[in-house]
């Protein structure tokens, strides 16, 4: 079941029309993409009002004019809340990208699929620099990620037989079980990850496909 997105921000624009915008920012942590909604003539002016944030737009990956943007960008975060970085309004960090200026709605993946030059290790990369941005010490903070990721492990391993057991009752066979359950314990869980992505991106396609916009073409 699709969660319903409910950012702590109630902001609410005057009218649903605008503009639909996708876009990559390059800061000094790494890569981070943001799907938001303007009134704005362009991103960069979007994010030039009262910000530097502006300097940071590194590509545009989609920027379409609609009727009803503003619901728009509201179902897609809906779909997509589980794989927003900073998902609590609350929680805004002025360490991090964008704050209190949509920092809420930003995500580690290229979550539509636009950006040909996405990789994991992109990823992973801004994953570790976030951590550590709130360590004083950095080593501490590789120490304590480290210790976190073992820890994890170790209590994923202790439930790999239940894991293997849970799997097969939803019908996946035993080797095939046993692999997405190892996977998750030595590989970070990509094998489902990458099923779960594919299946909020095809959701966040219907989405956009219904407001006549059809990145399958693109």
Known sequence: MMRYYQPKNTY????????????????SL???????????????????????DFLDIDKVLLFEYLDNAYDIEQQLHSCLSERALF???????????????GQSELYLEDILGLDPEYTEEQRFQTFKN???AVEQNELVGILKLAASRTADRILSLSTLPFSVYF??????????????SLDRIIGDGQIQKRREDNGL??????????????????
């Open 130 to 132: 976030v951590k550590l």
């Open 30 to 52: 790494g890569y981070f993409y943001k799907i938001g909604f303007t009134t704005a003539n362009s991103v960069e002016k979007r994010f030039s009002y009262n910000s530097v």
């Open 201 to 218: 991106t095809e959701q966040a396609y219907a989405i956009l496909l219904n407001a006549g916009i059809n990145l399958h073409n693109r």
């Open 87 to 101: 998902k609590e309004f609350k929680n805004q960090n002025a360490v991090y990208p964008l704050f209190k200026n």
């Open 167 to 180: 799997k097969k009752k939803k019908g996946i066979d035993t080797p095939q079980a046993l692999l997405e």
């Open 12 to 27: 609410r624009p005057p009218s649903n029309k605008g503009n639909l915008y996708y876009v990559r920012f390059s800061t």
